[in-house]
């Protein structure tokens, strides 16, 4: 009678269960953190191995270097101690001074020349600077929505032959500024590529400064289709006929 009445107990039903989740929980978990804790440890092994490497590495770079050092202070001592014994070490002395100082004169004569050339390309409106001549085909200031963009044409550069029959290329500048670089800044570039085809060659270059307010970015997505479809409005030579 005992036993059957231990047998209908619900707390031994729920134990029960419970009892074989955990030993299914354990077993799981154990073999999961054992394949955790090798892959650590393998892990850490591979990394001291590196370290180590690393450092063997550095000690070899440091003592090479160091030996260069010791042998150029060697060398540099045993110059001092020649230019000393001949009498000739104020002499040296005032030859670097002069040396020295010549460079830093020269150095900053070409800070301001670099200063004077910035100062007259700012004083001229920034113009684009292309290793060709260009003229101005449309500007984006004068159409009703006013923007910063310009339409110009490229002349080709002496030697260089065009066919005005053949497609021409419009090139959008896509650096800020006024087109350095990328564009046509040299002949390694976009335009020179185009001329070297013979390809009449368009480029949209913009000022620095916004027009007429375009600082948003809601006004210039207004102001770049609007000049987009100016520009395809032009008939290029090649069509005239």
Known sequence: M????????????????????DSQV?????P?????AEAGAETAKILQVALLRRVQVMCDSQSTHQGKLFTEAE?????????HDNGNLGHAWAEYLRDASERAMLCMDLLRQRGDIFLEHEAAGCPPVFFCDYETVMDGNDLP???NYVLLRMIPPQGVNVDDTKRPFIIIC???GHSPGVGGHK???QVGVAFREGHPVYLVSFRREPEGGS??????MRKRPLFVRSCACIRWPAFLS
């Open 145 to 147: 929505l006013k923007s």
């Open 2 to 21: 005992a036993d059957i009445l231990t047998s209908l107990n619900p707390l031994r039903w729920i134990e029960a269960p419970s009892t074989e989740l």
């Open 75 to 83: 060398r540099l001592a045993e110059s001092l101690r020649e230019v």
């Open 174 to 176: 896509p650096r800020a």
């Open 26 to 30: 354990t077993q799981s978990l154990f």
């Open 215 to 220: 600082i948003s970015l809601m006004s210039r």
């Open 32 to 36: 999961m953190f054992q394949r955790l």
């Open 187 to 189: 002949e390694d570039s």
